[in-house]
C-alpha cells in the first residue's frame, strides 16, 4: 500500500488513486481540483481547456534547496550538504567534514551551511526514521514491476529521481543492499539518498507523493 499524508488534515491518507493529496471529506488542494477540471475537460471533449489545465498541472514547484533543507530538519530529519549537481558529500576530510556522520537536525546549523553553500544538495541519511528502496534505470522499473504487491512493504513516500523512483518505507535496522534485483538497491543504516529539490544536471529529485506521519514521527 502507497501512503502519504494529507494535505488538510495532516494525519496518515492511504493513495487509493494518482494523484490523491487528501481524504474525501477533506478540503481539495487548488492541484486537486485543477485535476479534476482536467478529466471534465477531457471527457467532454473540449480540448483547448484540456490542453490548458494539463499545462497549468505540469508547471514544476522549485522550492529553494535552503528552505528545503530546513523544513527536513524541522521534521527531524537530519541532513547534510552535499556538493552541488552531484551526489558526494560536499565538506571533505580535510576541511573537518565526515560526510554522512556530519547529518544533523539542527536548525540553525542546517541553516548555516546553506547561506554558505546555497546550490548545495541535500542529503538524508537512511536507516533512522526510514529506508529507500532504490529504483534506478528501465532495468529497476522492469523489476520493480516483476515483484508482486505482497513483495514490496508500505510505501511511506515516493520520490522520483533523474533515473527513476525512491520508495520511503519504514525502517528496518538492516543495511545498504546493492543489487536486491536488476537495477533496484536498498538503502538502510550506514546509506543515505538526496532529498528533493536536488537535482543533476538540471534534473530535479521531485516528492510524487509526500512522506506520511509514519515517516515523520520522531526516529
Same mark, same amino acid.
Given at each position: 500500500?502507497?501512503?502519504?499524508?494529507?494535505?488538510?488534515?495532516?494525519?496518515?491518507?492511504?493513495?487509493?488513486?494518482?494523484?490523491?493529496?487528501?481524504?474525501?471529506?477533506?478540503?481539495?488542494?487548488?492541484?486537486?481540483?485543477?485535476?479534476?477540471?482536467?478529466?471534465?475537460?477531457?471527457?467532454?471533449?473540449?480540448?483547448?481547456?484540456?490542453?490548458?489545465?494539463?499545462?497549468?498541472?505540469?508547471?514544476?514547484? %522549485?522550492?529553494?534547496?535552503?528552505?528545503?533543507?530546513? *523544513?527536513?530538519?524541522?521534521?527531524?530529519?537530519?541532513?547534510?550538504?552535499?556538493?552541488?549537481?552531484?551526489?558526494?558529500? %560536499?565538506?571533505?576530510?580535510?576541511?573537518?567534514?565526515?560526510?554522512?556522520?556530519?547529518?544533523?537536525?539542527?536548525?540553525?546549523?542546517?541553516?548555516? *551551511? *546553506?547561506?554558505?553553500?546555497?546550490?548545495?544538495? #541535500?542529503?538524508?541519511?537512511?536507516?533512522?526514521?526510514?529506508?529507500?528502496?532504490?529504483?534506478?534505470?528501465?532495468?529497476? #522499473?522492469?523489476? %520493480?514491476?516483476? %515483484?508482486?504487491?505482497?513483495?514490496?512493504?508500505?510505501?511511506?513516500?515516493?520520490?522520483?529521481?533523474? @533515473? $527513476?523512483?525512491?520508495?520511503?518505507?519504514?525502517?528496518?535496522?538492516?543495511?545498504?543492499?546493492?543489487?536486491?534485483?536488476? $537495477?533496484?538497491?536498498?538503502?538502510?543504516?550506514?546509506?543515505?539518498?538526496?532529498?528533493?529539490?536536488?537535482?543533476?544536471?538540471? @534534473?530535479?529529485?521531485? *516528492?510524487?507523493?509526500?512522506?506520511?506521519?509514519? #515517516?515523520?514521527?520522531?526516529?
Amino acid at each position: 500500500m502507497n501512503y502519504t499524508t494529507c494535505k488538510d488534515c495532516k494525519s496518515l491518507l492511504q493513495i487509493t488513486y494518482l494523484g490523491q493529496e487528501t481524504h474525501p471529506g477533506c478540503t481539495p488542494t487548488k492541484e486537486e481540483l485543477l485535476a479534476r477540471e482536467f478529466v471534465d475537460a477531457v471527457q467532454r471533449h473540449d480540448e483547448a481547456e484540456a490542453d490548458r489545465l494539463e499545462k497549468l498541472l505540469n508547471q514544476p514547484a %522549485l522550492p529553494s534547496l535552503g528552505s528545503s533543507a530546513v *523544513w527536513y530538519a524541522q521534521q527531524g530529519w537530519a541532513v547534510f550538504p552535499v556538493a552541488p549537481n552531484g551526489k558526494q558529500p %560536499l565538506i571533505g576530510k580535510r576541511d573537518g567534514g565526515n560526510g554522512l556522520h556530519d547529518a544533523t537536525a539542527d536548525v540553525a546549523q542546517v541553516r548555516q *551551511w *546553506w547561506m554558505q553553500y546555497p546550490e548545495a544538495n #541535500i542529503g538524508l541519511p537512511t536507516g533512522h526514521q526510514f529506508d529507500v528502496i532504490d529504483i534506478d534505470g528501465p532495468e529497476g #522499473i522492469k523489476s %520493480l514491476s516483476e %515483484l508482486g504487491d505482497d513483495v514490496l512493504p508500505d510505501v511511506h513516500g515516493k520520490v522520483g529521481t533523474p @533515473r $527513476g523512483f525512491h520508495l520511503y518505507v519504514l525502517a528496518t535496522g538492516d543495511g545498504n543492499r546493492a543489487g536486491v534485483r536488476a $537495477g533496484i538497491d536498498y538503502r538502510g543504516k550506514g546509506g543515505y539518498v538526496l532529498a528533493p529539490p536536488s537535482q543533476i544536471d538540471l @534534473r530535479r529529485y521531485a *516528492w510524487l507523493s509526500q512522506p506520511s506521519p509514519e #515517516i515523520l514521527k520522531p526516529g
